[in-house]
């Protein structure tokens, strides 16, 4: 049985040993691999009613070949075996549902809050399989909408940049002469100060390095509707970090909506009615301020174990060794 993820690979440099017949050995004889009750099903389903908790979280991830697998985990476990509740094969939700009612009913019934993103059928998930829990729509998906919105307006202008340097390149190749690039103060193109700012865009004005503040400076002189995003999406950003109470935080989103309104800006509006439709989820991060942050993690630790194997040639035997880690 594993007790942490060690690649027999690891083991050939310091044992001199051949990591992939060890692997194989390890396989064959042994784990208890051979006799696993669920290698029927595992690639399939795998449940594990005993780690159910009060608070749960539900996420997908990707095991090999892009191939998504849906992931319950146990936020009072912290990562450490007895965190895996189910992962099931796909995302389709009257599969992850059958999966889950596997679960005795009682246990399900006591699930008080669950943290998500906002994928219809992770709600439909959580509405039948899990009807007294809080749905908690996760912040960070939240406000990736606008970091999204936002990019988007500076990408569309760096594209314009691009275009204007290339007709000014044209122009100055009909006339045979030599092109020199406009530059601004910090010593940027255009093009450039568009692309190096990028970074900047997702941080809060007060964690600029100088550079970056100078730089921040020429954007928003230079578009101003970069300027409008970003104060936009800053401001969204700052209803999560302080610690409101619910009523409170619902106030101070209905005045980013009228914010957001007065734009006028598509992007925004489009994420601005994404928001409203689900904002009773999104304001229940503020009766625990929980996020899928804890399910994130398990992810990278699927990942980073999938990564030491050097990928997933065998996704039962795979699934076979998380069970055994965190099931």
Request: hydrophobic share 40%.
């Amino acid at each position: 049985m594993d007790t942490f993820p060690i690649p027999a690979q690891s083991l050939e440099q310091h044992y001199h040993i051949d990591g992939s017949q060890l692997e194989r050995h390890y396989r064959e004889h042994l784990s208890d691999f051979k006799s696993w009750e669920a290698a029927d099903h595992a690639q399939e389903w795998l449940v594990f009613p005993d780690n159910t908790g009060s608070r749960l979280s539900i996420d997908e991830t990707s095991l090999s070949n892009g191939e998504l697998y849906t992931i319950v985990t146990n936020k009072a476990a912290k990562g450490k075996k007895g965190v895996l509740v189910a992962i099931v094969e796909g995302t389709a939700s009257e599969k992850i549902i059958a999966a889950l009612e596997k679960i005795p009913e009682e246990k399900r019934y006591q699930v008080e809050e669950i943290t998500l993103d906002m994928a219809e059928s992770m709600h439909k998930i959580v509405r039948r399989c899990f009807p007294n829990a809080r749905r908690v729509i996760d912040r960070f998906h939240v406000q990736k909408l606008a970091y999204d919105a936002l990019q988007e307006m500076r990408i569309a202008h760096r594209w314009d940049a691009i275009n204007e340097e290339t007709d000014a390149m044209e122009e100055a190749k009909l006339a045979s002469e030599k092109y020199i690039p406009q530059t601004l103060e910090n010593g940027d193109t255009k093009k450039q100060l568009l692309a190096r700012s990028r970074y900047l865009l997702f941080k809060s004005a007060d964690k600029w390095t100088e550079k970056q503040k100078h730089r921040a400076k020429l954007i928003f002189e230079l578009y101003p509707d970069i300027k409008e995003g970003y104060s936009i999406t800053h401001s969204l950003r700052m209803i999560f970090s302080k610690n409101s109470i619910k009523d409170a935080a619902r106030l101070n989103l209905a005045r980013w909506y009228n914010k957001v309104a007065d734009t006028e800006f598509k992007a925004f509006n489009t994420i601005a009615a994404t928001v409203y439709e689900h904002h009773e989820e999104i304001l229940n991060f503020f009766v625990n301020r929980s996020t899928n942050a804890s399910a994130e993690s398990f992810n990278a630790k699927i990942k980073a174990f999938r990564a030491s194997l050097r990928g997933v040639t065998d996704v039962k035997f795979f699934l076979f060794r998380v069970a055994n880690i965190w099931g």
